[in-house]
């Protein structure tokens, strides 16, 4: 059960506009937390979005009045498409006496809502607030992959008291250690230092740089096919796609390919949580209120196209194909059903039984031509190094 002590109800004036508007709109659609006497029931949800306005691990000025109150005017006012889905608004959690005290309070409530197939879109406040998302996956007792759609790493410095960029040097080292891998999305070297590339080899974590990706979004599917967690900060976004105070870097995602992104997002069966991060509110603020209500518009209908894939053990569900490489056999499994590719990676029967639903690795078509000319995968190569060690 969730503990709506931790949560505050969607402000009235939100449903009072939402009210003035058209009965065709999402908000009309979802289920709002609106009356502290009366919860939500989470029977047969399938997505739910909390707002989570904790900043002080940053050093962003957002004032105490801070409210994602437009943003959710902006979304609720959205139409949604042809969906099957249910989806509730769980309204603002409140704010610990600390920050940590914050984070118990979300993971409480993230934990529950995995525990019941609920998908959480988390609307924030500091980046940091994914440390809290990920220790709510330890209930589960397996590994996790989380996808940063980001211009930095944010490994930071470890020594030093978490912040929101540097909260992935507390989720390497805190225990239970259940991180599998860590990609980023969208990074720009000028923003990292040498050392941190560096590192993010060492430990066979994966990188693509923005150019990268802008050159051809669809790459970032098979990364995001493997992803558990998602968490996107908005400073990967340009500065001419958001508000005056939003803007962070000329260079970044337009706001078609961070679209494009949130949906890739959606339609991965393994995607169970998402947040949208490092929103800082203006009076100008309507253009990146509209992008965070579109990106998870985005997302939302990429769960609703989601194929469940053969589970690969009845072969006819799937074509196989093996490819020698440098004396290393390759296999190659085509899904007959959503035509996407997986390669298997050798798994180490002595290894963490932690690591069991890493032996399959998504990829495309295009790493199937590559393997057939002799190139070996990069994510092949590393995901195999991770289960080795």
């Known amino acids: 059960m969730i503990d709506y002590s931790y949560l505050s109800p969607v402000d009235d004036l939100i449903l009072s506009h939402m009210n003035l508007n058209s009965s065709l709109i999402l908000g009309k659609r979802i289920n709002i937390y609106s009356d502290v006497s009366a919860p939500l029931e989470l029977d047969d949800v399938d997505i739910a979005i909390i ?14 009045d801070f409210s994602l109150n437009e943003v959710r005017k902006t979304l609720y006012n959205l139409f949604p498409g042809n969906w099957s889905l249910n989806i509730s608004d769980l309204g603002d959690l409140r704010l610990g006496d600390t920050v940590s005290d914050t984070y118990l309070a979300l993971q409480s409530i993230v934990s ?40 930095n790493f944010d490994l930071g410095d470890s020594s030093k008291p978490m912040k929101n960029n540097s909260y992935l040097g507390k989720i390497i080292l805190d225990k239970p250690h259940n991180l599998f891998n860590y ?18 080899q060492k430990l066979y974590f994966e990188a693509y740089r923005l150019g990268e990706l802008s050159n051809n979004i669809q790459n970032v599917e098979p990364v995001l096919r493997d992803a558990n967690i998602v968490t996107l900060d908005l400073k990967s976004v340009r500065s001419s796609e958001v508000s005056s105070k939003q803007k962070f870097s000329p260079n970044g995602f337009s706001g078609k390919e961070i679209c494009a992104i949130s949906r890739y997002a959606g339609i991965s069966n393994k995607v169970s949580s998402f947040g949208v991060y490092e929103y800082i509110p203006s009076v ?19 769960v ?19 490819v020698l490489v440098d004396e290393q056999e390759l296999i190659f499994l085509k899904s007959l059903k959503s035509s996407r590719w ?48």
């Open 342 to 389: 997986w390669v298997e990676i050798p798994f180490l029967q002595n290894s963490n039984n932690k690591l069991e639903d890493h032996s399959l690795l998504p990829c495309m078509h295009q790493d199937y031509v590559d393997a057939s000319k002799g190139v070996v995968p990069e994510r092949w190569y590393k995901a195999q190094k991770k289960n080795i060690i």
């Open 284 to 302: 100008e603020d309507e253009a990146t209120e509209m992008l965070i209500a579109q990106v998870i518009w985005y997302f939302i209908e990429g």
């Open 51 to 64: 707002g989570v306005s904790e900043y002080r691990n940053t050093h962003n000025s957002v004032g105490e």
């Open 112 to 151: 529950e809502l995995l525990k019941n197939n609920i998908i959480p879109v988390i609307i924030g406040g500091s980046q940091d607030i994914t440390y809290a998302n990920y220790r709510s996956y330890d209930y589960l007792e397996k590994t996790v992959n989380i996808v940063n759609i980001d211009p």
């Open 304 to 322: 609703n196209c989601r194929v469940m894939d053969s589970n690969f053990y009845n072969t006819a569900d799937f074509q196989k194909y093996t």
């Open 183 to 200: 990609s980023t999305l969208g990074y720009q070297t000028y923003f990292n230092s040498q050392e941190e590339i560096d590192l993010m």
